[in-house]
């Protein structure tokens, strides 16, 4: 290993937050130069009558406390800043920063997640969209009662907030018997799993959950060797996009007539390609979930409302494609 590559990712600084000179709304991530919403929120903003510009926050992984402190206090404190969605962090920011904001929603406190920051009257406010925009990105490629007629399982891999989003939307008691036979997550820290089983302990459903501690690859090919035919498969580690590789090996065994869904659609996206090399099996990107997700926390930041179907969308949808 080279002296570079054993060199950690730079550290975030508070000299790195700068006070607006116009209305900002704020992308918090990891590599946030290289997502499709910095040219796809402009042509939004112009079609939307937006006064506002992206900018984006880069944190290395599960960065210090601290510096999710001082990202939340300098968007509650700078008066251009009018609020961000949050990707990667949304977890660890909730957990630093939960006593910076004035209002939490329900979805917020019961995920131990921010994914949107808001702000209403001088009040700063956790948003957790998650479970909404995830359910939308499902409905789109998810067969209505394919649960129900295949008694099928998700294995989600990676324990974080996107999977508690998917897990609380496919369990709800509301879906009748439309509903997931089991949901297991896998994730490479015990952590991290402890934590999901602490959530989705609160969810008021029946549907089982399984913990695995899956530190390598091999491992998630079990459990997904495991899974019954029409199951659905996620990669939800952000291997792929903000790290390369992917949870799975070339080896996996993947469900007779199952779905795949890759919640990266930019990146080296090895999960993917190793889904569509599998004869018979639904393979979906996170191109949809990626729409879904920007929308409704425009929607919440600006205070606008925004469509989640139908033509208004399809505008929207078809903006971000050209700009993509």
């Given at each position: 290993?080279t002296?570079t ?12 937050l700068?006070?607006a ?6 992308f ?15 042509a ?7 006064d ?5 926050i ?8 601290d510096?999710?402190r ?9 008066e251009?800043s ?10 660890d920011?909730f957990r ?64 974080g907030?996107?999977?508690l989003?998917i897990?609380?939307?496919?369990s ?12 297991v997550?896998?994730?490479?820290s ?18 089982p ?14 459990v ?5 035919p029409?199951s ?43 889904a569509r090399r ?5 393979v ?11 929308t ?13 179907a139908?033509?208004d ?11 993509r």
């Open positions: 290993m002296e590559a054993r060199r950690p990712a730079p550290s975030f600084t508070a000299a790195t700068r006070p000179d116009e209305p900002t709304f704020y918090i991530g990891v590599t946030t130069g290289s997502s499709s919403i910095q040219r796809v929120f402009p939004w903003a112009h079609e939307l009558g937006l506002a510009r992206l900018q984006g880069d944190l290395p992984l599960h960065a210090a406390a510096d999710y001082r990202v939340v206090d300098f968007i509650a404190q700078d251009l009018l609020g961000g969605l949050v990707t990667t962090h949304k977890i920011l630093a920063a939960r006593d910076r904001f004035d209002v939490i929603d329900e979805l917020a406190q019961l995920m131990g997640e921010t994914s949107c920051i808001s702000k209403r009257g001088g009040r700063l406010i956790s948003h957790a969209k998650d479970p909404i925009s995830s359910g939308r990105a499902l409905d789109a490629f998810v067969p209505a009662g394919h649960w129900a007629r295949t008694g099928a399982d998700v294995v989600s891999m990676g324990a907030g996107s999977t989003a897990s609380w939307y496919l709800r008691p509301e879906r009748g018997a439309d509903r997931p036979r089991r949901i997550i896998t994730n490479r015990q952590p991290r799993l402890e934590h999901a089983a602490s959530v989705t302990a609160r969810f008021a459903t029946d549907t959950f399984d913990f695995v501690l899956a530190p390598d690859a091999r491992d998630n090919d079990e997904i060797a495991a899974a019954p029409g659905l498969v996620v990669n939800a580690t952000g291997l792929g996009k903000d790290a390369p590789g992917s949870p799975v090996t070339d080896a996996a065994s993947w469900p007779q007539g199952g779905l795949a869904w890759d919640l990266n659609y930019r990146g080296d996206l090895v999960f993917l390609d190793q599998q004869p018979g099996l639904a979906e990107d996170g191109w949809t979930y990626f729409l879904h997700g920007w409704a926390v425009i929607a919440e930041v600006f205070d606008v409302e925004l469509p989640s139908g033509p969308f399809e505008t929207l949808s078809r903006l971000a494609q050209e700009a």
